[in-house]
């Protein structure tokens, strides 16, 4: 009895003390579920030696999830997938970028296309005003006063053989005659009077005979007359609006005589030479043979001899000289002091700021420097190392004359490249060193010509005018003796 008492005691004493120690819980569990939770201190153990259950479980995958997705936003661990955020947001910066490239490309060719015509604007505008200044001159500038015809003389027709045919009244000879036999005449022309050698001078001056004609258009003499454009072939695309074209007087194998060499010269990257075997295949649009060229080309003043290409390099005042049958560039030389890139081009643009050419006496070019000031400077190269051996410094503007080309030695100045009759306006003889004016018509049939040169191998003048390839015949006057 007193055993069975001192149990029920302990056991009221236990549980007590359990009481203090138990706590119960109420909450959902994952699915939503309400769950009772009742739990026990341990009387012995201070702690477990495993943690663990379903709430931390939980909370730690949820917290391994969110890793996962931080790794992922920052760049940092596995790469990302395809059509993840990350992926997309690095497609449209690719996308962004591209097109930034773009318009700062587009822009830079606006930026040098605003350029071109601003020079373009400025030097219209310098030639307007000193085509405003000579005409204030030329209407400042009084009239010189007319001269009588002189009449006839019957006293020097009789004593001067031949010098009636040679005296009018509208020849330079009878306004020489009546100055210098007025009574009180004190020009210089008085001089004259009275002297007994003067009507024998005279008739010497009309027995002058005036230059001939070459009919076999052979040798050399000063230019006559130039025939009407014939047109051989019309370029295929926007790249032969301008361009040049040549034929080498002296070739070299493998090409042979009737060889035709071309250039269209629009583009940002122009380095096509094509070949052609005659005229016909280049009437045809059939060439044999095309070349690209180690250097670009700047515009059209290029020239063909001795086997050898001769050009500008881009955005340079470097001549190359490129070897038709090696491939390959055999010389090049800076020309010295030259201008180059829109500095001293003709009148219709293009970079035309270097001229090559060749005539019976060689290769020259033609060109100005700041030193002459805008006037055309032109130069005899050496055709195997490009080396300058004499200049010659013109009294005439680059600016102002539309194209020019050599022949005979000399230089030939075409007024207009647009104006459908104009005129071979200008020659300088290279062997006096003098200079004239002349009025030759010359037919621009397409009306925009980039390019006129004279061909010795047919002895014709090669134009490019407005996509068209076209000749002119020509006629050359005698020199005395010849």
Known sequence: MFLFLSLCVCALLLRGDAQDRAALWRGNDRSGRCQYTFTVASPSEASCAQTGGPELEGLKARLSMLEVLVSRLTGSGDPVAAGSPRAAGAAAASEVQAALNQAVGERDLLRGEKRRLEQELERL????????????????????????????????????????????????????????????????????????????????????????????????????????PVTHRKADSIEGKYGVWMQDPEPVSPYGPDTIWRIDTIGADVRKLFGYDDMEQLSKGFPSKVLLLPEQVESTGAAVYRGSLYYQRRLSRTLIRYDLASESVAARRDLPHAGYHGQFPYSWGGYTDIDLSVDEQGLWAVYSTSKARGAIVISKLDPHNLEVKRSWETSIRKASVANSFMLCGRLYTVASYSAPDTLVNYVYDTETSQGKALRIPLRNKHRYNSMIDYNLAQRKLFAWDNYHMVSYDIRLGRKQGN
């Open 125 to 228: 505008q310098r030639r307007t005003e000193e085509m405003r200044r000579e005409t204030e001159r030329l209407k400042s500038r009084p009239c010189p006063p007319l001269t009588p015809a002189l009449p006839p003389n019957p006293a020097l027709r009789g004593g001067g053989g031949g010098l009636a045919a040679g005296v009018s009244g509208s020849s330079p000879m009878s306004h020489l005659m009546g100055r210098s036999n007025r009574q009180g005449d004190s020009s210089t022309d008085s001089a004259w009077h009275g002297s007994p050698g003067f009507h024998e001078l005279k008739a010497k001056v009309t027995e002058v005979p005036a230059p001939e004609i070459s009919q076999d258009n052979t040798g050399c003499g000063e230019l006559v007359s130039i025939g009407e």
